[in-house]
């Protein structure tokens, strides 16, 4: 069995080794790359542009109108107030429940106390 010493200096070796071999490869590959530049008549400036357009995708394109797709987000119309509270804070009641009605439900208060009240008979609107 070998010792330690032994197989550190057999690595050592071995790295040099690869580093020289993978130099060797590294100006090889290089020259074939130049030659089919060359060939095909590609300069380093159509390299250039190629890498900015992998690191960066293209945004897709509505194909008839050439214009870029529409969010799918839903935008939806306001909602009137259906609560409002003593210092003129309003909630539609979507959502969560907003702070300041949870803290007066805390002391003990309704949340029919703040529903705003219509003179048609429906619970929401502006008041008369």
Do not use: C
């Not at 080794?17 to 095909?40: G, N, W």
């Not at 009641?93 to 048609?120: A, C, D, F």
């Amino acid at each position: 069995m070998k010792s330690l010493i032994e197989l550190q200096g057999q690595i050592a070796s071995l790295q040099k080794q690869a580093a020289e071999i993978r130099l060797k490869e590294a100006d090889r590959t290089m020259q074939e790359i130049l030659s089919l530049m060359k060939a095909f008549g590609i300069t380093h400036a159509d390299l250039r542009r190629a890498d900015v357009g992998m690191r960066r995708p293209r945004k897709v394109r509505n194909r008839s109108t050439g214009k870029p797709p529409q969010s799918t987000k839903r935008k939806g119309k306001p909602v009137p107030a259906k609560y409002i509270g003593p210092d003129g804070e309003t909630w539609s009641g979507r959502g969560r429940t907003p702070v300041w009605l949870q803290n007066l439900v805390k002391i003990g208060h309704t949340k029919e106390e703040y529903e705003v009240k219509t003179s048609v008979g429906s619970r929401v609107g502006t008041s008369s």
